[in-house]
């Protein structure tokens, strides 16, 4: 029985572009969509016969702002979608919005469509810290969002929220949770803000504009996690907190290391135990696709043994973390001079040991980006010494008695 398959499209169209935001989308480039609309068909067209025996159980639109590329198109594309692949009757299908962009006429027909699950991005439920990242909604039109959400019979909801803006303290953070939580989601994503190369906001922080320091996002993380588990969603990745039953299907895909398919500049791919990605450019998309040129931005086809750095790194994003029964069996390597690293980062408070697993704590989390440098750092140097060829006594430099 192969893998189940996740499917990922991304609509890199945005009404206007947020200040931090580092992914690729275009503002001002609405007169494309139609012809973008006929480069994703078609892609989609030439692609559904390498997964034909691969049941589809989540489909994702990201952005961008796909709730601003219209429900008619995103409509269509997924009647294709179910034309062409196995999608399965309970598959999550997800559609991002903002809150400006939806309406409750789109919402019901995005749910007629076969749309379960909806992301929506309201980052703040202060009005100047939005102003200050350049968004364009009000909390108002956050509050109406998930109105016609629920009137659109959605019964399962995320909010996106950002904590570290600019401006932002810790009583304005608790103001913006609770705001959130008196809306009812099913699941929350809390991201630490980052200050991205290239972007708007990181020209502004060159030129002198003060940020909470990391001391003050930690204080704000730590806080978040405790007050999410009081409220009843139980944390299961580093941002992500959810209801039971409600973790989100297809951003597990990426953390367990399972397979998916992405269509659209700047979209990746882990399939067929190759990694890919396309170019990040909206005109050469649409021309490769239509025409036949390269799209391909990246291609690298991983062996199964060097997908253990992949396990770590993504695996302990997850409150299941690694274990090393499964390390050794899957990968072929010593857990070992992994294990005593992480017990040593017990003894810190990082992580722990749970029915044989090892995963990191909310305190570990905060530094998982070193923690984690410093596992791969270990099981690159364990990978080497395990290729060397073994030595017999006598051999130079063995030490005879």
């Known amino acids: 029985m192969p893998d189940k398959l996740g499917i990922y499209i991304h609509i890199p169209f945005c009404r206007s572009k947020c200040d931090y935001c580092d992914f690729y ?50 409509k269509e594309l997924l009647s294709h979608l179910h034309k062409l692949f196995q999608v399965e009757k309970d598959a999550e299908i997800t559609v991002e919005c903002n809150p400006d962009s939806v309406d409750l006429k789109s919402l019901r027909t995005l749910r007629k469509a076969g749309v ?35 009137k659109a019979k959605f019964t399962n909801l995320s909010l996106d929220l950002i904590y570290g803006l600019p401006g932002q303290t810790m009583d304005s953070w608790k103001a913006t949770v609770e705001h959130a939580l008196s809306l009812i989601p099913q699941h929350l994503s809390c991201y630490g803000l980052k200050v991205e190369e290239g972007t708007p906001l990181a020209k502004r922080v060159e030129e002198g504009e003060v940020l909470p320091d990391d001391d003050a996002q930690a204080d704000l993380y730590l806080w978040t996690v405790g007050r999410m588990e009081r409220a009843g969603y139980h944390q299961y990745e580093i941002s992500n907190f959810a209801k039971p039953g409600y973790a989100s299907r297809h951003n597990l895909r990426y953390w367990l290391t399972r397979p998916y398919i992405g269509f659209g500049p700047g979209a990746h791919s882990d399939f067929g135990g190759r ?48 274990s090393g029964q499964e390390y050794r069996n899957t990968y072929f390597m010593d857990f ?39 596992l791969l750092e270990r099981q690159e140097q364990a990978s080497w010494e395990d290729l060397l060829p073994a ?5 130079a430099g063995d030490t005879q008695p």
């Open 25 to 74: 989308s275009l503002a001002g480039r609405e007169a494309q969509m139609d012809q973008y609309q006929k480069a994703l068909l078609a892609h989609l067209k030439e692609t559904a016969p390498l997964a034909h025996d691969f049941p589809v159980d989540s489909i994702y639109f990201g952005g961008g702002t796909p709730s601003y590329y219209g429900a008619k198109r995103l």
């Open 116 to 150: 379960n699950r909806l992301s929506l991005g309201m980052q703040s439920a202060q009005p100047e810290e939005l102003r200050r990242i350049h968004r364009i909604h009000t909390p108002q039109q956050t509050n109406q969002a998930v109105e016609a959400a629920r």
């Open 275 to 322: 990694r890919y990605s396309f170019i990040r450019d909206l005109d050469g998309y649409i021309q490769g696709v239509l025409q036949g040129g390269n799209i391909i931005d990246s291609s690298e086809l991983i062996p199964q043994r060097e997908r253990c750095g992949e396990y770590l790194m993504l695996r302990l994003r997850t409150v299941w973390g690694v």
């Open 336 to 374: 070992a001079p992994l294990e005593a690293r992480l017990r040593e980062f017990a003894h810190q408070g990082w992580a722990e040991e749970t029915q044989g697993r090892w995963h990191l704590t909310p305190k570990g989390f905060l530094v998982s980006n070193q923690l984690i440098g410093d």
């Open 391 to 395: 030595r017999r006594p006598g051999q």
